[in-house]
């Protein structure tokens, strides 16, 4: 024991005496942190210091302007009654629903298309490497590019049906991006043509990374290719199934440009989501204060869904 | 570390604002007139600037358009970088006005007697406060039709005087198998439309009382109703590829021939012309039948900031050149509308643009010159949007009937006040 507290003892002064060295020290335990602090600052102000001012924003009566005197909820209470507005749809109500309808096909077809194609490449066939970028590329388009050329492709008088009509098919019918009811799943189609290959790359990955041991041991034990899918590769696939859940759902939220590019909007605004609520109402109809609510709730929807997430994520580090 | 920050930010300003003093020479000017015919039109004003001394400087906005124009504007007007002058549109100059941050040219007003020569109903929107505070540029009308004439002669039409004429034209057209009416299914264009039926079928005094007063008892009453039904009897009428057409495509399908008719401001002219098209013998341009006499207009503003006094000189400069009678001619017969004071020489304007003038200054004497409400100068932002939604779900079928749709304008309206 006693030795123990002599050296510590004879450690300090040591330690001390070499002055350039600690400073030198404590530089190098500072440089990450000196290093970090800027984006660090920047992510404090410009995200979480705009989320509350958002949030204040909502409970103020803000047009064009901001304004600073709270003046409490009204914009909420507006938006809690646009939400059961659904005869005569309120702007509201279509957003949200078209929000539900196409977060959840969206990311689902995607999932789905992409895991197929995934395990369809994974065969070992020959020319994967050509086609493997063929389904990535759309990706590399932006939103605005995707949602013009899916527009002239689907608009009834210039693309597919014109086209089909030409060649003799004049029976043929296809005008959603024309039609309120249906203008939403045009923004699907053309959502999952741009992210499914993307899916499918992470998946593919996914694959390559499975033990070839685990899946002839399989084999031997007899299990059905489609057995070996359902019970061992999928299951195995599961963190990448939760990485692409959540590549897709922000891709999701934040498409705006999409909707905008491809429908303008939609007959009637029939094709907006959320996120075109929120600029329209800020920017272009000067209610502030009702788009930053708008944005609130969204922020809060998104919390809900992330936060188990995270909640699950983390708890099974732990353990 | 935030103290640092906002010394910084006082000190970059600062820096800024010192870096200005020096231009005095020159025009700081914030617009989307970017392409074409709008830019060429533009340069008249750049040269006549250029005769006296200012240099002219485009403010840089990213991605064209007047609401990304906008968003920069309240990010400079927010950072107190003002620009020397912006275009804007209607209540965006009142709102501006209101938040104090535009100049005063009463001064100038008075020496070039803007007083008697721009409309009342514009000045309604140039002056806040007994204060000049926007330079208007130009006044667009938006209840015209725009027709084919080889169309026209092709099924025998007239010109049609009443709204029941025009129904009746328009079913002679879809008989000789041409689209009747030719209409793009955004929002702003079915409610620019539906403004001059309103005002068909309320007249003038109905118009002003619903869609600029917004009376509610006028917004419910049985002749908004009966507009509506109008505006379905006129839907009907449409191509099924309608929806989310742009007006400009829409006004290529009547130069082409393959449809008879839109229902659209004067900036339509300028693609007739942009295609060698003259008026008379190629189209034909009539007002929205039943609302000869009233004018329902829109018009470009040139904001004026209240920039500090050493950049002044050229506000005025600028202010002066963009009212001249000879800058309002030669930039209104390119860009299509008329001009902003009452008293420039028509000489050379073609058969519509000296229609417009005239009919302009009738209306302003006879005060039947009414605001649009779907191009924003009937109401602020937020109710002329309520309206616009109203009238498109109308359109599309969200709203099933007139029943439903004046309940609905009604609510919206109040909602949006």
């Known amino acids: 024991m006693s030795t123990v507290a002599e050296t510590q003892i004879k450690l300090t002064p040591e330690h001390d005496a070499r002055p350039g060295a600690s400073v030198r020290s404590r530089l190098q335990d500072l440089l990450p942190k000196i290093v970090l602090a800027p984006s660090f600052a920047a992510t404090i102000i410009f995200v979480y210091g705009f989320i509350l001012w958002t949030i204040y924003l909502s409970f103020t009566n803000s047009k064009t302007f901001p304004s600073y005197a709270i003046t409490g909820g009204r914009a909420y209470q507006r938006l809690w009654r646009w939400t059961f507005e659904s005869d005569p749809p309120s702007s509201w109500y279509t957003s949200i629903t078209n929000m539900g309808i196409f977060g959840f096909l969206y990311i689902a077809i995607c999932l789905a298309l992409g895991l197929f194609l995934a395990i369809l490449l994974d065969q070992k066939i020959r020319g994967e490497g050509v086609l493997r970028p063929i389904y990535l590329y759309p990706m590399a388009l932006s939103f605005i590019v995707t949602g013009v050329a899916w527009k002239w492709f689907l608009d009834p008088g210039l693309g597919l049906e014109q086209t089909l009509h030409q060649w003799g098919w004049t029976s043929f019918h296809f005008d959603w991006i024309k039609n309120k009811d249906f203008v939403i799943y045009t923004v699907v189609i053309a959502g999952v043509w741009q992210a499914s290959g993307f899916v499918m790359a992470m998946f593919l990955a996914g694959l390559r990374g499975i033990d070839g041991e685990i899946m002839k041991a399989a084999q031997i034990d007899g299990a059905s290719t489609f057995q070996l899918y359902r019970r061992i590769v999928i299951p195995l696939l599961r963190p990448v199934f939760l990485s692409a859940f959540i590549v897709l759902a922000h891709l999701a939220i934040k498409s705006y440009d999409l909707v905008v590019a491809l429908t303008s909007g939609g007959p009637g605004g029939s094709a907006w989501l959320p996120s075109n609520f929120m600029y329209e109402f800020t920017f272009k109809r000067n209610e502030m204060a009702v788009g930053s609510a708008s944005a609130v709730i969204m922020l809060m929807t998104i919390t809900a869904i992330i936060v188990p997430y995270l909640y699950s994520e983390l708890r099974e580090k732990s353990r | ?417």
């Not at chain 2, 084919?148 to 079913?171: H, Q, R, S």
């Not at chain 2, 002329?384 to 099933?400: E, R």
Request: with cysteine.
């Open chain 2, 1 to 417: 570390m935030l103290r640092k920050l906002l010394i910084g930010t006082a000190l970059a300003t600062s820096f800024a604002f010192s870096a200005h003093a020096a231009d005095v020479k020159e025009v700081q000017m914030l617009h989307w007139w970017t392409s074409g015919g709008e830019a060429a039109a533009l340069n008249v004003l750049k040269q006549d600037l250029a005769k006296e001394g200012y240099a002219w400087k485009d403010v840089p906005v990213a991605g064209g358009g007047g609401d990304a124009a906008m968003t920069a504007l309240k990010a400079m007007v927010a950072a107190g970088n003002y620009p020397t002058a912006s275009q804007m549109l209607g209540y965006t100059v009142l709102d501006y006005a209101a938040a104090g941050v535009m100049g005063d040219l009463t001064e100038t007003a008075k020496k070039e007697g803007w007083d008697k020569s721009v409309p009342a109903a514009l000045q309604k929107f140039s002056v806040y406060d007994g204060k000049w505070v926007a330079a208007p540029v130009n006044v667009h009308s938006v209840n015209w039709l725009w027709i084919n004439k080889a169309v026209m002669d092709k099924i025998g039409g007239t010109e049609p005087k009443t709204f029941d004429d025009f129904v009746a034209l328009l079913d002679k057209a879809k008989a000789a198998g041409v689209t009747p009416l030719a209409l793009g299914g955004q929002n702003w264009q079915e409610a620019t439309m539906f403004d001059s039926v309103v005002l068909s079928t309320g007249g003038p005094e109905f118009y002003k009382k619903a869609m600029n007063d917004l009376d509610e008892d006028s917004l419910k009453s049985d002749t908004m109703k009966k507009s509506f039904d109008n505006l379905a009897k006129l839907v009907a009428y449409v191509d099924p590829n309608f929806s989310g057409r742009d007006w400009n495509l829409a006004t290529a399908m009547v130069i082409k021939g393959d449809a008879l008719v839109q229902v659209m401001g004067d900036w339509a002219k300028g693609e007739f012309h942009a295609a060698n098209k003259t008026p008379g013998t190629d189209f034909l341009c009539y007002r929205f039948p039943g609302t000869d006499g009233s004018v329902i207009y829109n018009s470009d503003m040139f904001g004026m900031f209240n920039v500090p006094d050493d950049r002044k000189a050229a506000q005025v400069a600028l202010a002066t050149a963009t009212l001249s009678k000879s800058f309002q001619s030669a930039f209104n017969v390119v860009k299509g509308s008329v001009p902003a004071r009452t008293d420039v020489p028509d000489t050379d304007f073609d058969a519509c643009g000296k229609k417009g003038i005239a009919d302009l200054k009738k209306a302003n004497e006879g005060g039947t010159l009414f605001g649009s409400l779907a191009q924003g100068y009937g109401a602020p932002p937020a109710v002329a949007n309520a309206y616009k939604d109203v009238v498109s779900k109308f359109v599309h079928g969200q709203i099933k009937t007139s029943d439903e749709a004046v309940t609905e304008l009604v609510k919206a309206i109040d909602d949006a006040k």
